[in-house]
């Protein structure tokens, strides 16, 4: 009865099926592309503001989604140490890495769901 | 050797996995929820000009998004008369509602996708 979709769509263009991942803490945003970018910057090149800056965003919203992460967690995922012969700086710990593992791994998944339904479309 | 997600975050709190999912065209933004609500209000009030005022949006926004639906698609799926003895209005076509029927069918297949998800974090 329903025609198929693709029937419903101009010929000549290519239709894909996309979308956005994330965990809700509380039904509240908690986790998604841009805490995991965040990590991942903080974690090369241990400075927060400098992964701010790389992110185009500001240091006050880089603390805000740090500070989230680290209420959520029952472990800090990052901690900042200041002054030592380093001078200081910010470092991911082994749980933000295995919480990166695990969206990375849901993201795969989400990603093999999209491509079967994109397939489907045609 | 991987901690269990749930081993990692708080356990007193709640966590979801949740999501957006749309149709692109030639990779832009073509249906999703917005495109979706704004059909399905259309429809009901026989008015694009009071389906927008529902939906808090400004008449030619939701005139672009019409006027990309329709681009995109083999036939019009809004098509708007003017005159006549009721005074014109705004009416979908069986194509559009084809098309709604397709993404609510995709959106429950994304919901079982997040459900299976959500159970596998606990």
Redesign the interface.
Known sequence: M??S?N?????N???????????????N??FGPGPLELLERIDATGSINQAAKEMKMSYKKAWEIISTLN?????PLITTQTGGTKGGGSVISD?AR??I??YRH?RE??NN?LKR?TEKME
């Open positions: 329903t025609r979709i029937k419903i769509l101009k010929k263009k290519s239709f894909t099926i996309n979308g956005r991942l994330w965990i809700e803490c509380n039904n945003r908690f209420e959520q967690s029952a472990k749980e295995e919480l593992a695990y849901l998944r989400f769901f339904e």
